[in-house]
């Protein structure tokens, strides 16, 4: 329901509504004064000092308007509650406002299951009483909410919050201005009194600035050397933004390759997987992306490049040069195009890395490269099959052989080179391998759909540019995933089910419903027989009702929760199959295994990815390189400082916790100078009480001799003088 909107299944006025833990829950309506506060003077104070309760404004409009920026502040969107009116009368006497999230909705029809679940029941709200005089002050406030708010960057986003900023108005003159309208269209528009913007802190003169700064940082296109100039602008902009060009023998700009530091945390996060694409081509260059998978399915970019050839050394520096930027950290799978420079390369550069074709790719150059292969219908049918249908090695082999024949193609030059490149693209040779499901670079729908928008005659600058653009759309439509992931739960298809529930819990909506679609497959979709192994351990084979005598084996310990299915699924795409979920089932198995949830494809895949006490471990255990933990602290700075830059608050806390940490670094070496000094006074002194110590002995030994002298040259007094004792001895002197 919207924010504005009334809410008839929200706490009514007449019920009583149970106090918050913590005191959240203060009520003027006992008992007690409060400080009269008009809602101007309320806008005006810090964010630090609003405190809602006894506050007083003229109508409703600005009482609404008020719970909205204080929720705006704390993280939550507002609805609007019943009211209570005065008797016989329609003037309100009391109104409540709610959090979006109060009560529960009543159960929908089937139809309406795949929209989300906000409602938490929170209590969070507060109550106006309105006088004789038509003032509205704020007689009882709840504060405290029962589920996650949202993050200071996200809050643009709540419902009740949403208006034009002058951050927003920045993004709109942007984007028209990208467009290709006119600056004079576009200021006579944004500030036209009838578009209802005139109320932004956002002047004329300001736009005017924003166009001006605008038309600086437009390079002129079709010159190298301007995009040199724009990398070093976004470097200065962007401490961890990484550039390299690669110079020909003459000395000219060959290939370029650049990514931001929001890249390098994004790989950080989601590196898992790199798909390589090739297939934009510009007037003289290929634009090249690499690409990858976040946790919500969506396309995010951890770099890109202008490729002025395809040539293997080309691609060398290319990959080694990304590689470099990535500190060296190689991804588990990379997918590329079907060609034999850059598979070469890829040898060379990954060479710890799963290569794959592109099954798009082997495809599309088929029927050009085998003259039948549309023409025969049972030629291709087999081709397909190898590709991905092939459940064995053997059933490949088999499969493989009985197409060359059919075809008469023993000797053909390119699936001869296809056969000896099998295990990169055939699904029998790298069921196994972690590939998250993928089976193409076409999956991203980077070259169909967006930077396809760019002319083969555009210019670098141009199209890095609109490269820049098309990132920013993708990690806004990403925050705004991470919104709704936070703010509401997918509806489960079985209401009751506790593992479709806890599944929903952790994993992103996306990936919840492939979840819980292996999950119903598994349940309405397989016959199994069940062979108990002996003590907690099961096997299990399983068909599709529907499949003939395709068959998958399961194993599963019902103590340790391990399970290994055939298909490999969870081994290539990091999400349990239908096969294991179906044997939890038949086991009563009711949450998801910790070592099952893959990270990288929950709500908390970006969360605490720069851990570095190693789970509590030695520090002397752990210790890295220097430049390694440089870069390392420096990306988890960078992060943090992303994440706050939007909001002061935020800025307020990291910027307090550097200070602290920088005192407390201050003062650890001020106690290592004092313990090293208190130490070398303690070895000066050793080193004194040794030397005096030293000299102790030589006199003893002074002594021993000369008593062993006086033993040798005067025997024949031993008998009368008898044993020389210390006390008979001279006594030595220390002058």
């Keep these: 329901m919207g924010g504005s909107e009334e809410s008839g299944s929200s706490p009514g006025l007449e019920n009583s509504i149970v106090p918050a833990a913590g005191r959240s829950d203060i009520d003027l309506e006992k008992g007690g004064e409060a400080e009269v506060v008009t809602s101007g003077e309320f806008l005006h104070l810090d964010e630090g000092k609003k405190d809602l309760l006894g506050q007083i404004v003229d109508s409703e409009k600005e009482a609404y308007k008020l719970y909205c920026d204080y929720a705006h502040y704390v993280g939550f969107s507002v609805r609007k509650g019943k009211n209570a009116y005065f008797l016989g009368t329609k003037n309100i006497k009391a109104k409540e406002f709610l959090c979006s999230k109060a009560g529960f909705k009543e159960d929908e029809p089937e139809a309406t299951r795949s929209k989300l679940e906000s409602r938490t029941g929170c209590k969070a709200m507060v109550k106006f009483q309105v006088d004789e005089n038509g003032k509205w002050r704020v007689s009882r406030l709840v504060s405290e909410h029962n589920h996650e708010l949202a993050k200071p960057e996200e809050r643009h986003l709540l419902r009740s919050a949403r208006s034009v900023t002058a951050a927003k108005m920045s993004s709109v003159f942007r984007t028209l201005l990208d467009a290709g309208i006119k600056t004079t269209k576009v200021s006579a528009y944004l500030f036209d009194e009838g578009t209802g913007i005139e109320n932004v802190k956002f002047s004329k003169k300001e736009g005017q600035e924003l166009i001006n700064s605008r038309r600086l940082t437009e390079v002129e296109p079709g010159d190298s050397q301007s995009l040199v100039n724009l990398f070093k602008e976004r470097a200065a902009q962007d401490t961890m933004f990484f550039w390299d060009i690669q110079l020909d023998k003459e000395g000219k700009l060959t290939n370029f390759f650049w990514r931001d530091g929001r890249s390098r945390i994004d790989y950080d996060c989601f590196g898992d997987v790199l798909i390589f694409d090739t297939t934009h081509r510009l007037n003289k260059y290929i634009c090249s992306p690499f690409l990858g998978i976040n946790n919500h399915g969506q396309n995010i970019m951890f770099g890109a490049a202008f490729l002025m050839d395809e040539m293997t050394d080309s691609f060398v520096w290319l990959f080694s040069t990304f590689l470099k930027s990535m500190n060296d950290r190689p991804p588990i799978t990379i997918f590329t195009n079907q060609d034999e420079a850059m598979d070469k390369a890829t040898e060379m550069v990954f060479s710890t890395t799963h290569h794959h074709f592109c099954m798009w790719n082997i495809s599309k150059n088929a029927p050009s490269q085998v003259h039948n292969f549309n023409s025969d219908k049972e030629l291709k049918g087999l081709f397909n099959k190898c590709m991905q249908e092939c459940d064995s090695e053997i059933e490949f082999e088999e499969t493989w052989r009985n197409m060359l024949v059919k075809g008469r193609l023993e000797s053909h030059e390119w699936l001869r080179y296809l056969y000896e490149n099998r295990q990169k693209w055939s699904t029998a040779f790298n069921k196994d391998t972690f590939d998250l499901g993928i089976k193409s670079t076409q999956r991203t729908g980077i070259n169909s759909n967006v930077l396809n928008v760019v002319p083969n005659t555009s210019s670098l600058t141009k199209c890095f540019l609109q490269v820049e653009k098309l990132l920013h759309g993708w990690r806004q439509t990403e925050a705004n995933e991470d919104f709704n992931c936070n703010q509401s739960m997918p509806t489960c298809a079985i209401k009751h089910s506790p593992i479709l529930r806890h599944a929903s819990q952790v994993y992103t909506h996306k990936i919840y419903k492939l979840f819980e679609r292996e999950f119903l497959d598994g349940l309405g979709g397989l016959c199994f027989e069940e062979f108990p192994c002996g003590g907690t351990l099961y096997q299990f084979k399983m068909k599709m009702h529907d499949e003939g005598l395709k068959e998958w084996i399961v194993n599963l310990d019902t103590l340790s929760m391990e399970v ?49 006490r190693q789970n509590g471990t030695s520090q002397q255990e752990h210790m890295e390189p220097d430049s390694v933990y440089l870069n390392h602290v420096s990306r988890y700075c960078y992060d943090l400082a992303m994440r706050t830059q939007q909001h002061a608050g935020a800025r307020k806390i990291l910027l307090n916790a550097l200070e602290t940490a920088e005192r407390n670094i201050e003062n650890f070496f001020s106690e290592q100078c004092s313990a090293y000094a208190n130490a070398d006074k303690r070895l000066k002194k050793s080193r004194k009480e040794n030397d005096a110590g030293n000299l102790f002995h030589q006199d003893e030994s002074a002594r021993s001799m000369f008593h062993s002298s006086i033993n040798t040259m005067l025997p024949q007094y031993w008998s009368t003088m008898g044993s020389l004792d210390d006390e008979s001895m001279p006594q030595s002197h220390n002058f």
Excluded at 582 to 607: F, G, Q, V
């Design 564 to 612: 290994e299915c055939s298909c490999k699924k969870f081994q290539s795409m990091g999400i349990l199959c239908l096969h294991a979920l179906k044997a939890y089932s038949l086991k009563n198995i009711s949450r998801i295994p910790d070592k099952y949830i893959m990270k990288r494809w929950t709500k908390e895949a970006r969360k605490r990815i720069y851990n570095l």
